[in-house]
């Protein structure tokens, strides 16, 4: 086989997306469809957000190889005494916080499998693990800018700060948390007890290399106490937090550095995505949104916006979802604003393109040979969708 035929082969089905989207909005601004000029405004807007997701993932990939989500995922365990129920709310706990403070793709794309080996180890179904890592990636992104991409390209139009956004929107990142929580138990945990009540809880990990260990804890520990305070950007914060941890893995493990670990699929899939939606939108697709959304900021103008956000994500991906309606509400308009994230956030889980962190996370589950229905996956996902997203906006509007 000649090298063309190596590299080729290599490549994985979301290789090829990334690639032909990026050509193709590249294509696009070659032929004039696309005015170079809101290219250029477009790729500059996403530059900071794609060193952040760089830099995060690398933070996030090393932190786990250094088993810190390994000894959380033990002492989750431990503490649920063997106690099924209990291990249920701890593991929503655990995959909640890991969303809300290091973004859904690292729930996705660490979380997951680490979630996956601890059944084995406690002898329990693995399928509602992996159903609570997908879930809660994304209906538990809605608290801080960090917690989901949409979060941060909304930062700028919302104009809240790290903790003004908190506080605006923690009623429903509760609410679409609690909703989630239930429906886990109903579709998967319930009927994943095997007619037992109680594990064997593991025994505690032994970390290979101590040291590391508690840097990198200590790195992420420290990236979120700077997100919170707001004292950098997030590209900034994400960035030194990666340094840190990249320097202690030279010095102890440095065989372990390689640049696989950044993740070149996504920084090739998301200036793709957004020159595509972009085009779209000078072609029509602003229009067409624009009459969808409406104006109103009233309870059924709100849930709207919402429910359209939420349609468009499990029709394309939540990103462009929120990137083109966003361009559809009314400037001032910023509780409709948070609606349409709602509907980004928590609504796409219907179709497994929905969100990168659901693609990413069916790849995990496949490869450790974990299966889940399709039709399964779909359906509750569409009871989680609507309930989860019309509780988030009831608290939304109850709150403002």
């Known amino acids: 086989m000649d090298l063309l035929g190596r590299v080729t082969g290599r490549l994985h089905a979301l290789d090829w997306l990334a690639g032909a989207l990026l050509g193709a909005g590249l294509l696009a601004v070659a032929t004039g469809v696309l005015p170079y000029g809101p290219a250029s405004d477009v790729l500059a807007r996403i530059g900071p957000l794609l060193v952040f997701l760089a830099t995060v993932i690398v933070l996030a990939e090393l932190t786990g190889s250094a088993q810190v989500f390994d000894v959380v995922a033990a002492w989750v365990a431990r503490a649920g005494r063997g106690s099924y129920a209990v291990l249920f709310a701890l593991c929503v706990v655990f995959a909640s916080v890991t969303t809300i403070a290091l973004n859904l793709d690292t729930t996705a794309v660490l979380l997951t499998p680490v979630l996956l080996a601890l059944a084995g180890r406690v002898g329990i179904a693995a399928v509602p693990l992996a159903m609570t890592t997908v879930w809660l990636a994304n209906t538990a992104s809605l608290l801080l800018p960090v917690s989901n991409l949409t979060n941060l390209l909304a930062a700028d139009r919302v104009g809240l700060s790290p903790t003004g956004m908190a506080a605006v929107m923690w009623p429903s990142q509760v609410a679409a948390i609690g909703v989630t929580a239930v429906c886990l138990w109903g579709f998967y945990w319930r009927r994943g007890r095997r007619g037992a009540e109680r594990y064997v809880p593991p025994e505690p990990p032994r970390p290979a290399d101590p040291v590391l260990l508690r840097v990198c804890a200590l790195a992420c520990g420290g990236f979120l106490a700077v997100l919170l305070l707001d004292l950098v950007p997030l590209w900034a914060a994400s960035s030194a937090a990666a340094l840190v941890v990249v320097a202690a893995f030279a010095r102890r493990r440095p065989r372990e550095l390689s640049w696989s670990l950044v993740p070149w699929r996504l920084l ?108 399964r996956f779909m359906g509750t996902g569409l009871v989680l969708a609507v309930t989860g997203t019309v509780a988030a906006v009831a608290a939304l509007e109850l709150t403002s």
């Open 268 to 375: 090739v899939l998301v200036p793709g995505m957004f020159l595509v939606v972009e085009t779209a939108g000078v072609l029509g697709l602003d229009r067409l949104l624009a009459s969808a959304v409406g104006a109103h900021e009233g309870p059924l103008g709100v849930l709207r916006t919402a429910a359209v956000g939420a349609g468009f994500s499990n029709a394309l991906n939540n990103l462009p979802a929120y990137v083109a309606g966003e361009g559809a509400v009314p400037a001032g308009h910023r509780e409709q604003l948070l609606a349409l994230l709602i509907g980004v956030n928590v609504g796409p889980l219907v179709t497994p393109w929905a969100s990168l962190a659901t693609l990413l996370w069916f790849e995990r589950c496949r490869r450790h040979g974990v299966r889940i229905g399709l039709g």
